[in-house]
Every structure is written in structure tokens, then in C-alpha cells.
């Protein structure tokens, strides 16, 4: 039988690479067609000297695909998926630009009108977590960013319990290739090596995203939530602290339990005790979850982990292409973190 | 003129190491002692080759010294400066054993009784912005810990001024040799490298460190404070990020003249309206301090990165030392930090 | 069909770890046991939360395995193949135990009699590009170590065509995970951290292993070689650079022709004509050979890039055991590199 | 007195902006006037937020200054040189335009004709321990490149007492930071951390300027020198490997000898009989230098360990300006080397 012909729009940034290193181990697909401007022309495998046994070309623009994930920046994805849509091609766009249901939040935060409001409404948020029916009815995914996958799956069963007030602050702590393949003195080595820094303390354009899925879970309260990113010196890792005060008391065993029983049989997410290590999920799809109480002040910690290439972008597309088209939800996900 | 002499009690940890270094280079004194149990009999200059223009041999116990400098493990520290302190010996402790003015704190946070609580009640918190009078006139200092350093610095202006609740979040990112020279898995450069994550959930000893300095400021309310460390895989530095409602609405601005003007005089001060980088202060004994305001959620974001090593730590010992001998209090502590 | 049944010997270091890995994707076989002294009477999936999928035990003894994989110390890991040897099950040895062919170098390089001279006669050196047939024929494997794996890979080619002149030097640069996971202040995190440094230049125990294997290839020369090994601060990879003077004139071109034809079908030998970076290997069992010229000298210089954890030991073991087990040399061992 | 005017052309680099950083910390000079275009308008502390005290504005050409540091690209420093020689500013080049005695190597190595011959043969190649009264009397110094510092010393005591064969290979590591401030993917955090790689296999441009110093040393001899860079995953530090066949049998502690006894009024080399970490280098004007013997080869082996951004640029050119101006050597130089 035929495998499902897939395709790569962008494939020379981390997300795309990453994609392509996925799509090669993925027995159920075919990577049949990758695109990038600076390296049209190449061998994928020269380009990429890990996946040489690729003998993909790099070209300009996509061949026909059954399934096109879209690494683009945003609004040039948006451009892209209209005429992939139209076509009738699956998209799961890594981009912004179909995560935000309310088009006004483009220009606020994003700096440019949505060209395709309609289409805005039927994609779905692609955290299968939280949406997985949906998902695998859907054409469109908007796969969900880096941060706002952390930071939700470390929130979302307290709050769906009920469990914690109004204010939130989120402290997340990511590492460089976070920040993308393109050059910048910030991911200089000599600038990121030995360095801490926070960045985006204006407002990270992940903040609306968090708002508008934490908010469908807890619509009667009006959550006042603070999201703070940082650079850390790894390539790989996301540690989101999320921190939230309990309405009631709470044991942390009774915690652990809510959290536990909210995620049973979910196949990447790994509730603990131990304060959780970005390199316990470094390489794989898991999302490490550690829910604990702060006694003293009686305030609900929650802290995540994710290899934010993986589970925060390329491993989460292929969790929803997956479902989409129906296969094992782990198919191509099985690899263990590489540790150490 | 004779130099004044000054010693290090255990100077093999690298408290102790950073302490020779920049003694060695203070003009004012003399390093005449230095202790270290493993190591005694080697000359310094071997043991640690980076100071081998030294001719100092390490011993088992102290000469006597005008001044010495404590860099032992909590309760040895305490054992060892009741007999210097009755020979008159001057004492600067970087141990934890004079911190805490309740000495109930000692056997719930370090699990000994103190043995000297007059001691403990002469002892002077050596943080010079806040209690420089104070350190001039002492013969013992409890040197801060590194994490409260960073965390006081960065509130204390806000907190002096009545500007936030008692709500606090302090979520500090430590580089590996805050948790010192000993061996431990958690230091292994394989276990720690490339990766980020949160330790001590539990309650970090120098929680009641900061709430004690905390407190103070503002002692008419009930301050409940959450502080979390996390390991990221870099030497040298903290970044201290510091949350708390807003009593009023306040201009970024006049929040940053409010801090402005409270360390206007201070020589290791910087108040910054940039995301301050713990490269920017590494190899240093500075204090960068940007305060900002999430207008979102009107709460207050300081954040304060240090090297913890050095204002965290020896230099902040020598910043001591120098006002209670009566120098320049920038004396041996001049040097720019090492970028990049 | 029962799956083969395998056990690991000291789970707990590094090379134990990754074979757990390894293992665990492999279809063809299971992990029925694995031991480790410290950790015993712990899941698996406890002690190494980036396994926790695996329910196994840490025993002090092996159970009954077709095949055990030895991850011990040395002289150890002779007297655990001793017993396991009697009772007929096959032995992965990644010790340095049965690798030296002449039995007066344990006492002269490693400080002991070997104590199973006629097991020593028997076991066949793991390097399947050059014992390919008598691996598949064995039942006592020696698992080369990771410096002569890159090293022998490297120079095998020119060797073996009489291209070079017997004056040899290998400069090695491995990341730190070379140095084992026991407790030492060279892979401390803040002594290993930014710094690169040479060690063992008095002799490394890779030496007469190097030497044992190349001699073979060149019997008629009196092979001049130094070895010096240098660690840098990366987890995994080690980057082998290799120096000899060429007898006769030869073009870039021929000299890859040379190497490309020599390692023609062989599953994880990339032959490149970039300098190869480690990050292109780790993650996955590759060995990437770049053979090159310096016009200027007429010297041969061959750099290669292994995963010393993979190639260099735990995947270069599951090789050898699909070898002795009849499966597709490349089963569970199909992962690309992870890169970045 | 007044102090002595010098000026930075081109401070935004990392020799620029570490130029900075010395001056600003050396008391018998001032720090007039820098220079850098993309910065150009700014103030110095602002855009070097490490030397926040300075007030100096970052401007477009350099004012009239005693002494000027060219801290340009190749070739742009040639024309800014011959401008400034003709107005009798002191220069000190840290580019490569007056390091090569022979013009015919620029078109070679550099591609450009040289513009000013008779400067060339008037410029001092400022290696203080092999040229310290040609800089004292000189007005135009060639500050040496990273590798060739660390190259050079490592082999001049053995090359000028005749102990050495002609067959030289140089197996150099160095930090990213000696690939410069300017945007490329090979310095991009993700791309260097974690990787160990070689680089310029056709021939790296600092190999004339060594092949020049070198044979000045030994004469009669034709060298044959291979040397190969690597880049490795730490901000600042060169560790040069140097192996030559010996041309006698000599005892380590002989040759320790010959090298102590070289070196013994050097104030920035350390002859060191343990390997040497560029660690304990870091952040200092020292070079340590480990000279050694394979003894089954009959090899010298000779590390050497700088500071590629001091004693490798910046620093050695105080260092010059220091003899050029009759100041102590050490000024502006004593930093103790930073570790961990």
C-alpha cells in the first residue's frame, strides 16, 4: 500500500529539522517533498549531514502532499496554508498563526490582519491532551507553541478541578533553541554560554495563547496570569514553574492523585514526585508533570518539562498527524529520552 | 606599615578558593593563613594553580590572624568561631551559623541546636546596603547567603517604600557551584549539563534567611513567601526573579526612580531597565537590580543577578571586611566583570 | 516466540544506562535483568526516570540471560564472565577484560594477573568492520573501547593499503561521560565546565589496544604511535584526529576513493569529506571518517566523530549482538543522530 | 601629569570590547576614544553594560590619541594604519596586516596585495618573550594571532636548544569566542554547544605567521609543520598540542629543565609539569606551558594553555604597549586567572 505522502514547508530552521528527523524514523509515512529558500537546490542529507541517507532535494516550493506541516514564520504560514487548504492538502501549521481564536489578537500581538478568518475558526488547537477528538476529525491543526504546551499541561487539571484561585504566574525557563535558527547575538554561543537572562519582559507573544486555553478550562474566574520566559544555556528543555494559590487546603497526595487520574492514559505525559529534569525528557515527546504544594503558604507548584523541539513543537505535530490520519498515536514517538 | 592579617578556614570549597583569589589581589591585607583538611601540607599555589604565585602552605589549623574568614559547612563554622572570638580574632562567617536571628530556626532548618546564642545575638547580618553602620562597628559577620543576596537586593526597595502586598514569589536560578565543591551526582557534569531543574521543593534553608531580612521591612505584614532554586548548567551567577501584587498603580518610570534613589550611593549596585544577564555580573562583585511592572496584572518583576560566588559570597566577605578595617569598601574589588 | 533473553551487569554507570536504552527499543530481544550494586532493590524505571516505562528490577545477581552484557570495572568484569562462562551464556564484555590479546599487558596496564588466560584466547575483539565473521561465531565478545573504536576506524583504511609510514599520532578529544559516572573533581560540573585539558599523558590504557589492533593491520612495520587524549566539555562524542606521514603521493580524491571503498557496505560508517562534528553522531551508533591531506607536509590526517556511550560502547555491544544472534546487524539501532 | 591618551578602533569585537576592559581597569593610561560603526553614537557603557561606569560615546572615526589599538578585520587595518602612522600615532595592529614579513603571503593566505611594504618591514612582531627590545623601541607592533601565541610558546625553547626533529604537528583547541563576534551558524549556540569539530582542514591562516616564527628558530632546518584548528564548546581558551620527534634521548626532568630555565623571567608563563586546564588561563595574561615526553615513541609533547581573548589578543597587546610606553610589563595585567 501506498504510505501518506508528506511534506515540509521550511525545513532548514529547528522545527523543520527536527520534523524531518521524525518523518525519517516514522514507518507509516513517507517524507516525500521538503522546501527551503537558502538551501533549495541541496541534497536533505547534505544539508543535514545527521539524516544523510535522505536523498530528498531541497526545492522552493512544496510538490503534492497528502499532509504539509508548515515551519514557517508566522504570516507567511498563513499565506502558505490558504493555498495548501484550497488545494484540499492537510495542514498542521508550527507557526501562531491559526492558534488565536480571536483574529483582533493578530494585530495586537503579532502586527498583522489575519488573512483568512474563516479558516482561523475552523482550525484546532492541536494539544491532543485537550483536544484529541477533535484533532483527528480536523484538516487544519494549529500546533501549539513551545511554552503554552508546558505551561498548560502543568496547569490545566488544577484548574479544571477547581482546584486554585485567580492569579497565576508562570516562570519558564527554556533553552536556546528556543530562540530559532536564525543568527542573533543572543544565541551567539560566547553571548548564551555561562549566561542567565530573562527576555520579552514587555509581554512573549505566547501569553495570549496561554490566556485563551486557560481560560476555556476556568471561564467563571478572571485569571490574572503573569508569564515570564528565560534563557538558559542548554540546546533542548523547557522548565515551566507555574505557581497559583489553593482555594482549599489540600494534602499532597490528594494532588498528586487529581493529577495522576487527569492524565491516566495519556501516552506522553508523565505525572511525578521528583522535581522533574529537561534531560529526563530531552530526545522524546514526554511531558514530565511534578504537581506539589508549597505548605507554608498554601500555594499550588507545579513545574514541567519538555524537550521544546519535541513535545513543545516537531514531536507534537507528528503526535496530531497521527491521530489525524489514525495511526498509533505514538507511531515514530517511541524514542527515550537520551539520557545523559 | 604591617599589613593587616587575614586567614580562610577551609579554603579547599569554592568559597574559600574565591576568597584566596581575591585576597591575593587586595593590597590592604595580608592572606597569612589558610586552612584545608585534605589538602594540608600542599603549598596554595599547587593545590590551586591558578594562584600559583602563592608560597602559602595550607595547614590544619589557623596562625593567628587579625581577621578570618569561616568558609566551613554550617555548625563546624559555629564550633570554630566561638574559640576565634575569644582569642578577639575579627570573624567574617560565610557559613549560614550566625544568619538567623531566632535561634529555634537552627534545629527545624539545620537540624542542630546553636551552641553560642550570645554570639548569634552580637553577629551582624554583613549585607552593607542595608546594615552598613552596623558592619563598620562589628567584629563578627554572618555573611549572606547567595540566594538571599539577590532576593533582599531585589525587594527591599519595593518593600521599604510600601509599594507591594505580602504575596511574594521568588523563583532564582542558580549556577552549579552554589551547590559547592563536594562530589555529588547533582554536580557531575553529565547530570547537570543540559539541563535545568527545580531541587529543594521542600523548603531551601535559606528560605527564613530571606523572610527574617524581609521582614524587617515590613513588619506590619504577614509576608507569605514562596521561594524555589533551580539548577541551570552554568558556573558562576544567579537570576533572582521576584513577583508581588502592586498595592497601587505605579509608572514603570517612578518605579524605577524609586530604586534608583534607594541604592543611589551604593558602589555594587547597578539598577537597570534592561533584562540584566548574570554574564553582565560574572567575575564581579556587582548587583544588577532591573524593576519592572507587569501592566497586564499590575504586579511587580524585579529581577537581580549576582555571581554568586562573589557578591554572593567571598566578595561580599571582602565588601564586609572592608568596612569593619576601614578601607575603601571598593578595595580588591574593582574588577569589571569578564565578558564574554 | 520467546524472545532471547538479556541481562546487564552494573546498570548503573553510564554504559549500563545506555544499554538499558538500547535495549529497550529493541524488538528482537528482552531486558530480563539487570544489576547494580548501589541502587539494588529499585525499579529501573525509578532510578532512571528517563526509562520509567520499564518495570525491572536492580537485583544484586544476575538472573539466568542468553546473554549477559558486562558493564563493570575492570578485573571484575573477568570474574563475573568466568562464572557466566561456565554456565554457557554468552558474554558482551565492555570492560577492557578480554580485549588485549597478550596476557602480560593486564598485569603492566591495569595492575593485575588475568585470571582466565584460555577465555582471553577465546574472545574475539567487537569491532564488527573487522571481525564481522568471527563475532557471528562467538560466544565471548571483547567491546572495544571508545578511544580505539574512533581511532582504528580511522586508520584502518590507509593501513591496510600501505598508504602511510609507521609514525602515528592520535589526538583525541572526548566529552566528559568518557570519564564514567563515579564521583571525581575532573567531571565536576564547575572543574570540567569551560575548560579543555589533556590527561593520562603519561600512557591512557587505550594504548596497547590502539597499538594491538593497528600492528595487525601493518605487521611489517614497526608502528611509532602516540596517543593523547584531552577532555572537552560536551557529554557525549569523542573526535579523534589522526596523523601519519604518507610514503607516496596521493590525491584527495584517491585517498576518499581509498576509504569510501573500504567501508563500502558497512551500516554505521559514514565516510565524509567535511570535518565531521560529534553532534552529527550523538544520539546514534555512527562513526563518521573524514580522510584528508595536508599538501603542504604530504601527511595523512583522518578525523572521526563517534557517540562514545553508543559506537564507542553500548551500541557497538548491541551490534555485536544482532552479529551473534543472526538479526539485522542495524536492529535497535536505527536512531539518526540528535541534532542540534 | 596628564595620562596617555589611547583609542580602540573597532571596539564592538570580542579583542575590542576585552581592550575595553583592560584599559578601563589600568591606571597609567586613559581610554580616550573607541570607535565601531553598527555602534557608533552609543554610549560604551550602554552597549558594554560589564563597563557601565565608562561615559565614553562609541563614535564613527577616532580622535587624536597617543597610542591606537586596531582591533579591524584584516586589510581594513592596513589602511587604517597607514593613516594614523603618518599622523605618528603609536599603533598597535592586533589584525594580521603587518604579522607576515614576506608581502607575497597576503595575496597568498589573506587576498589582498599589501598596501604599505615599507611599514610592514618596520612593524616589531610583538611576542614579548622573543621580541621584548624591538617593542620597546618600536612605534608599530604586529600583535600575534591566538594560535601562533600559543603555538610559538610551546615550541621555542625546544626549537632554539636544538632538541627537535623538523616534523612538527600542531593539534590546537580553541573556544568559540576566537571565531569572532560576527553572526555565523558555526557559532551559533546550538550548533557549537555540545560539538567538537575541526575546521580549515585546507590550511588555517595562522599557519604562515607560525611557519615564519618558528623557522627563525631554527634555520638550518626545513619544518615541516602541520597545524589543525578545532573548535570546542567553551567561550575562551586555547589548549595547542605540540608533538615533534626528539633528536636525542633526554630525561622529563631535563627538559623541564630546558623549559624553566627559558622562561624563568617571564612574567606571564607558567612552566608547568601537569597537564595545564585552559581553565586555569581563563581571564588572565598567562600562558602555562607543559612540556613532556612520550618516552615509548621518544616524542615531545608540549601543551600550552592560554586565554585566546588576553594573552592570545587583547591582553598581549597591554602587555606590548606596556613595553613600548616603559611601563611595568604586569600593568593593567595582574587579574588572577578565574576558576572555577
New interface residues.
Partial sequence: MAKIKTGIVNVTG?AG?ELA?LL??HEEVELASVTGRSASGQKLGHY?????NSNLTITQTLDDVDLAFLALPHRESASEAIKLYQKGTRIIDISADFRLKDPALYPEWYGFEHPCIDMLAKAVYGLPELYREQISGSSLIANPGCYPTAAILALMPALKKGLIKN?I?I?A?S???GAG?S???K?????????????A?E?HRHLPEIIQELKKAEPAQDL???F?P?L????????A?C?A?LKTSLTKRDLFEVYSSFYRDEPFI?V?D???????????NYC?V?P?I?K??N?L?V?S?IDNLIKGAAGQAVQNMNLMLGFNEKAGL???????
Avoid: W
Fill in positions: 529547528y529539522m528527523r525519517d524514523g543535514m549531514p545527521h539524516l544523510d492569579d504566574i516562570d525557563k533553552g536556546i533553541s535558527r543568527l542573533s547575538l544565541s551567539h554561543f560566547c553571548e548564551a554560554n555561562e549566561d542567565i537572562t530573562a527576555y519582559t509581554g490574572c496570569i503573569t515570564n528565560y538558559v544555556p542548554v540546546t533542548r528543555g523547557i522548565l514553574s505557581y494559590g508523565r511525578t521528583m522535581p522533574p529534569h529537561t534531560k529526563q525528557a530531552a530526545g522524546s514530565l511534578c506539589t508549597d507554608r503558604t500555594r507548584v513545574i518539562a517511541e524514542a527515550s529520552p537520551l539520557f545523559p
